[in-house]
């Protein structure tokens, strides 16, 4: 138990330890975000409930991108490069590759959380409670695990020149189609019914319902189909995992 835990944490030090020294992936990853909540968010700020509700938009969106990209950019290059093939052969455990990225994606994330956070406190006037911060840290954080298995599908499916293509294909008309760049009372009728059958949609929802500003469905309807979308996921991934096995 001790040694499996032991390369869990060394596989997750190294994975992250890779992205850092990419700035090609991470200073985009957390200046992205950053850089449009700036801009809609406090430059054309018209009140104080815009700051916070933006705030929760590009908090999400910028948090479904390492999620997204760290899987299928990654398991893309290493199927490629024969590595992927090379760990499946060794005896560190499967789940230990996997549980890295995720670990990577979540650090990352975090850092965007909290610089979000800071700028639409200082220069946004964004005012919650502390354990409404705390709440919508958690929310975040958890919500973007539909990305990860969405990005894992993608990196056993694609070759590793299309899949930094493909991700933001469908990474950026996700993110419009669910109204985090423009709210969603703002989009077309047609717009907010495609809206509905997203997961980034749901996820949005539920961080806007920690401040109040969601479209007011019910939590348990989000919440439940994120459940059910992360556990079809889960079936497509393993079916797709054992015919690359064969």
Known sequence: MRNTTAIYLKESHYDL?????????????ILFPVVFYIFFGIVFNFSA????????SYACFGMMGPAFFNYATAVASDRAHGWLTLKRVSPMPLGAYVASKFYSSQVFALCIALL??????????????????????????????PFALIGLLMGLCLSDKAAPAVVNLIYLPMA???????????LPDAVRSIAFALPSYQYSQLAHAVIGTSQGQSIWLHIAYLVLFCAGMFGVIYWRYQ???R
């Open 17 to 29: 330890v890779s992205l850092w020294r990419t700035p090609g992936f991470f200073l985009p990853a």
């Open 49 to 56: 409930a815009q700051g916070e509700y933006m705030l929760v």
């Open 116 to 145: 979000l956070f800071i700028t639409g406190a200082v220069f946004a006037d964004v005012e919650m409670y502390l354990w409404q911060w705390g709440t919508l840290l958690v929310v975040l954080l958890l919500g973007t695990l």
């Open 176 to 186: 419009f189609l669910s109204g985090l760049w423009v709210p969603i009372q703002f």
């Open 243 to 245: 015919k690359l096995s």
